[in-house]
């Protein structure tokens, strides 16, 4: 059973910091690709930042210069560091990976969401 689990998300003042995880476990041989996307009320869900083929990383035009992406490998953990943030960042993160797992005895590449959690700016 593989899943990821997301933390970190709180409630935060207008142009305070918050770093969220994600850590993928069960039966993964390997990761592609590990990123972030969020949904807030009455809107569709949309991509924050997540790796592209070419090795550099994908950004939404309004956290550009606020959010950062790492990982860590070794941890199968992906991390989201959100500076300066506003009140229109406020929504549920997920996180979402690309997972080469083994599934019913046989190896394959799938999509996985994480649950989801709660970042509030707000004063």
């Known amino acids: 059973q593989v899943q990821l689990v997301e933390s970190g998300g709180g409630l935060v003042q207008p142009g305070g910091s918050l770093r969220l995880s994600c850590v993928a476990s069960?039966?993964?041989?390997?990761?592609?690709?590990m990123g972030w996307y969020r949904q807030a009320p009455g809107k569709q869900r949309e991509l924050v930042a997540a790796?592209?083929?070419?090795?550099?990383?994908n950004y939404a035009d309004s956290v550009k210069g606020r959010f950062t992406l790492s990982r860590d490998n070794a941890k199968n953990t992906v991390y989201l560091q959100m500076n300066s943030l506003k009140p229109e960042d406020t929504a549920v993160y997920y996180c979402?990976?690309?997972?080469?797992?083994?599934?019913?005895?046989?190896?394959?590449?799938?999509?996985?969401w994480g649950q989801g959690t709660q970042v509030t700016v707000s004063s």
């Open positions: 790796p592209t083929s070419g090795g550099s990383t």
């Open positions: 069960g039966s993964i041989f390997s990761t592609y690709a």
């Open positions: 979402n990976a690309d997972l080469s797992v083994l599934r019913i005895g046989v190896r394959g590449q799938y999509i996985y």
